[in-house]
């Protein structure tokens, strides 16, 4: 006949053992996690000089060509002839932000200058396209710059404006949009 007052301590070593061998997943078991987060500088963007095409004459039209990149050489078509490349240039915006991190450019690929004042003769700026100075990056129309060590760069802008036969004389603005982020 069986002892009932050991059965309660058998059955518990039974389940000790039993337990023991349960595979890991049924075990409750805690870790402890990091969490964290970095605040960075915002980025800023300032218009410093215009994308300035020159002074030129032109009387059965053709194009200007602007490089972004400004060691590049203007170029012109047609019967386009600029009088006073130097004042011809790309434009450029001052970028200020977390120092040594990559950021996105996007842009207008295209915009319209017109007679000022007045309007009524707009001239086609096509094939604008940016260049970020710290990367370096020419002929390509880049879609990320670069902080520099300090958090400054400069994004360049280059353009191809079409000179439609005989165009009035005189002075023709306009505006283009650029957007950075990170």
């Given at each position: 006949?069986?002892?009932?007052?050991?059965?309660?301590?058998?059955?518990?070593?039974?389940?000790?053992?039993?337990?023991?061998?349960?595979?890991?997943?049924?075990?409750?078991?805690?870790?402890?996690?990091?969490?964290?987060?970095?605040?960075?500088?915002?980025?800023?963007?300032?218009?410093?000089?215009?994308?300035?095409?020159?002074?030129?004459?032109?009387?059965?039209?053709?194009?200007?060509?602007?490089?972004?990149?400004?060691?590049?050489?203007?170029?012109?078509?047609?019967?386009?002839?600029?009088?006073?490349?130097?004042?011809?240039?790309?434009?450029?915006?001052?970028?200020?932000?977390?120092?040594?991190?990559?950021?996105?450019?996007?842009?207008?690929?295209?915009?319209?200058?017109?007679?000022?004042?007045?309007?009524?003769?707009?001239?086609?700026?096509?094939?604008?396209?940016?260049?970020?100075?710290?990367?370096g990056i020419a002929g390509a129309n880049p879609t990320t710059g670069l902080l520099d060590s300090g958090g400054n760069d400069v994004i360049t802008v280059g353009g191809?404006?079409?000179?439609?036969?005989?165009?009035?004389?005189?002075?023709?603005?306009?505006?283009?949009?650029i957007t950075i982020n990170y």
């Amino acid at each position: 006949m069986m002892n009932l007052r050991r059965l309660p301590v058998w059955m518990a070593l039974v389940l000790a053992v039993w337990v023991g061998l349960l595979p890991a997943q049924a075990r409750a078991v805690s870790a402890t996690g990091d969490a964290s987060a970095e605040i960075i500088i915002p980025l800023e963007i300032v218009f410093q000089n215009p994308l300035d095409f020159g002074d030129f004459t032109a009387t059965t039209g053709g194009t200007i060509v602007i490089p972004a990149n400004p060691f590049d050489p203007e170029s012109t078509t047609g019967d386009v002839t600029l009088l006073t490349s130097a004042s011809a240039g790309p434009g450029d915006f001052g970028v200020v932000g977390e120092p040594d991190r990559d950021y996105n450019i996007s842009g207008d690929s295209s915009t319209t200058i017109d007679l000022t004042p007045g309007g009524g003769f707009p001239m086609d700026v096509t094939n604008l396209n940016y260049r970020s100075t710290t990367k370096g990056i020419a002929g390509a129309n880049p879609t990320t710059g670069l902080l520099d060590s300090g958090g400054n760069d400069v994004i360049t802008v280059g353009g191809t404006l079409t000179v439609p036969p005989s165009p009035p004389s005189g002075p023709y603005t306009g505006t283009y949009n650029i957007t950075i982020n990170y």
